[in-house]
């Protein structure tokens, strides 16, 4: 066609070339930037799709900053906790030095007292100046915040994680349902002889005798009276003489006898002048002796032989409890300015003072005893009862002698026993003799609890219980030997005995027991407490804030924070069931000149804790930190990588594309003007 008005080829050209501009336009912009998508145009759901995965690419870099801020921190709060272990170590060298008071003098002991005092300075500088970025990291400020210092029944409690979640609290429930138990074996009371009230009987030196004198018989009653003898002395007077030999115990009766005088006694017949009266008046007027029976004078008549029984029981002391309490209590009489019973109950003495010079009778001494004071105070109910020798007059110069109540008691060893005591601190061989009472065993076994983790109570029948609670407890009884009519091996309920440990749920999840310990971890409470020795009452408690909160994943929920409880490590906190960590110091309860023991129990407690600080801290790092950490760069790497393949240019495909538009752009210009020449054609069909 011939047309001019419309140069159809033209425009269809132009068309064309504006096309492959755009073409040349679009790879020229993408080559340059390296980006396939530039403008929303270019793909509206890939730059949907690639802008979801940048944001989240961006979360995942910060969490990986953070994470490896957090394990930064970590590990400085490590690095000065690791000072903390090493000063601790040598406390515990001092501690244990001090202990071997036999070699080290005061004044060695005291230098090691300085250094202590030095390392719990040095401890409480590192709790208040290890600080990251201005942040302190060891007082205390990192812990969480509860309300389990209210629960009586806690006795150490230790948060390690928690996610307080949008409330900004948990609550914690705890149910015991079954309380830990320590391990016991108990000896019952058939085991020992049998129980009885203690007894004793005072030797009384109060002989007594009948003597026919001046017709009537003289009852004699007289202070180590064994033997009579009547003097027949005409130039004495009729009225009778009495003297006492108190190392014969021989009473000499003189006087102007009728009949055959005998120097040897008793006679087997006196007859007298002499009134009986006066000589009973005579005898009486001796310390330590009563006379009776004379009347009136009277006609001198035969009399019977007097017959001495010497020692004769004089005074019987009995315990008014039954048991082995009162064996082996000595019973002993003193002269004094006053009367007087006290009862020494740790020396197991009942001293009974008569007051010099004066007589107290049987009924009075009863009295006496009867009320003693036990340790110097008035006892609720007696400890003892007395009764002595009817008609007996006691006297302070010439008191009774000492007795013993022995093992009257009963509740003693029926025969020789030897055998092994195993706990879990040890063992320890005993051997225990006939007659041994369950107290004395008990005080042995007590003795040496230190090292076998096991002691001993006598309340009823014998009991051997662990020191310790929950499964780890033990008590082990092996009788290696017991003699002929020995009962104790056959009366123990067992010879081995493990305890029992703590049964409880935490929020309904069941706890891991350990004694009277118990821990859970979930993924949302981390926790360990101990409870006091065998509770079994349920408690319940709040988190309501605290820790350091970790922000670990892109997205800024409670799922993708981790909460760490960092306790203070000072010495006012640092501690456990055995003390706190300051009493180490001079002048303080637990210092190494008032109880080094206490001393080392305390520091090994406290060593515990900072290294089981030390193991949390590094299982967070190790464990949550790093794996995140990898995590994290493995997930952003991926996301780099859809984003990339969604949004980034392929140079290949562009620079071909390139060439492709840049030659059609030189073909369209190049038709185009050609399409412009065809109108001209037409003048020649006007020539």
Do not use: H
């Not at 003597?211 to 005409?234: H, M, Y």
Request: hydrophobic content about 40%; charged content about 15%.
């Amino acid at each position: 066609m011939t047309r001019i008005n419309t140069n159809v080829s033209s425009l269809v050209a132009q068309n064309r070339l504006q096309s492959s501009n755009n073409d040349l336009q679009e790879s020229l912009t993408r080559l340059s930037t390296g980006l396939r998508i530039n403008t929303g145009s270019d793909d509206p759901a890939g730059l949907l799709a690639s802008e979801a995965l940048r944001g989240e690419i961006t979360g995942l870099t910060k969490s990986i900053s953070n994470t490896q801020r957090a394990s930064q921190i970590i590990s400085t709060a490590d690095s000065a906790l690791g000072q903390v272990s090493n000063l601790l170590n040598d406390v515990r060298g001092l501690v244990v030095e001090a202990a071997n008071s036999g070699a080290l003098s005061n004044e060695e002991i005291a230098a090691n007292q300085l250094q202590i005092d030095s390392s719990l300075e040095a401890i409480n500088r590192i709790a208040q100046t290890t600080t990251f970025q201005g942040r302190k990291l060891l007082d205390g400020s990192q812990d969480f915040v509860s309300t389990a210092s209210g629960v009586g029944s806690i006795s150490d409690i230790s948060i390690d994680q928690a996610n307080l979640g949008k409330t900004g609290q948990i609550d914690v429930e705890v149910v015991i349902s079954s309380a830990a138990e320590q391990a016991e074996v108990t000896a019952s009371d058939s085991g020992f002889s049998t129980a009885a009230q203690a007894s004793t009987t005072a030797a009384n030196t109060f002989g007594t005798a009948s003597q026919a004198i001046g017709g009537e018989t003289i009852d004699i009653i007289g202070q180590g009276l064994k033997d009579i003898v009547i003097v027949d002395d005409k130039f004495a007077s009729n009225t009778g003489e009495a003297a006492f030999d108190a190392e014969t115990g021989t009473l000499t009766i003189t006087g102007n006898f009728t009949g055959d005088a005998l120097n040897t006694g008793p006679p087997a017949e006196v007859a007298a002048d002499v009134d009986a009266q006066d000589v009973q008046t005579a005898i009486a007027a001796l310390d330590g002796f009563t006379a009776s029976g004379a009347t009136a004078a009277g006609t001198p008549a035969a009399a019977t032989a007097a017959t001495v029984t010497a020692d004769q029981t004089g005074l019987t002391v009995t315990a008014t409890a039954e048991g082995a309490e009162y064996n082996n209590v000595t019973v002993q009489f003193a002269s004094g300015a006053a009367t007087a019973a006290d009862y020494d109950s740790e020396q197991k003495i009942l001293t009974v003072t008569l007051e010099e010079g004066a007589e107290i009778s049987a009924a009075d001494l009863e009295t006496l005893i009867n009320g003693a004071t036990v340790d110097g105070e008035a006892p609720a109910e007696a400890a003892f009862e007395a009764s002595a020798l009817a008609d007996s007059e006691f006297n302070g110069s010439t008191a009774i002698e000492s007795a013993s109540t022995g093992n009257t008691g009963g509740e003693v060893l029926n025969a020789d026993l030897v055998f092994q005591l195993s706990g879990s601190g040890g063992a320890e061989t005993f051997n225990f003799g006939a007659g041994t009472s369950k107290d004395q065993i008990a005080a042995a076994v007590n003795l040496v609890s230190d090292s076998t983790g096991v002691t001993a109570d006598a309340t009823t029948g014998l009991s051997f219980s662990s020191s310790d609670y929950g499964s780890a407890a033990l008590v082990d009884i092996d009788v290696i030997s017991e003699g002929d009519g020995g009962t104790f091996k056959g009366n123990l309920d067992n010879t081995r005995s493990i305890g029992n440990d703590i049964v409880a749920t935490v929020n309904g999840v069941e706890a891991n027991g350990s004694g009277n310990g118990l821990s859970i971890n979930t993924s949302s409470l981390d926790l360990n407490l101990t409870v006091d020795d065998g509770s079994s009452t349920n408690f319940s408690f709040s988190i309501t804030g605290g820790g350091a909160t970790f922000q670990l994943g892109p997205d800024v929920t409670s799922t993708q924070q981790a909460s760490l409880g960092i306790g203070s490590v000072s010495t006012g906190q640092l501690g456990g069931a055995s003390g706190r960590l300051y009493e180490l110091g001079s002048g303080q309860s637990k210092s190494l000149t008032n109880d080094v023991e206490g001393a080392a129990k305390v520091i090994d407690e406290v060593i515990g804790k900072v290294v089981g600080l030390r193991g949390r801290l590094g299982s967070f790092q190790s464990t949550t930190l790093e794996s995140n950490l990898v995590s994290l760069n493995e997930t952003k790497a991926n996301l780099q990588e859809a984003e990339s393949s969604i949004r980034d240019a392929d140079f290949a495909q562009e620079s071909a594309n390139l060439t492709r538009a840049q030659i059609l752009v030189q073909s369209g210009t190049n038709v185009l003007s050609l399409a412009n020449q065809n109108p001209r054609n037409v003048l020649s069909l006007l020539g």
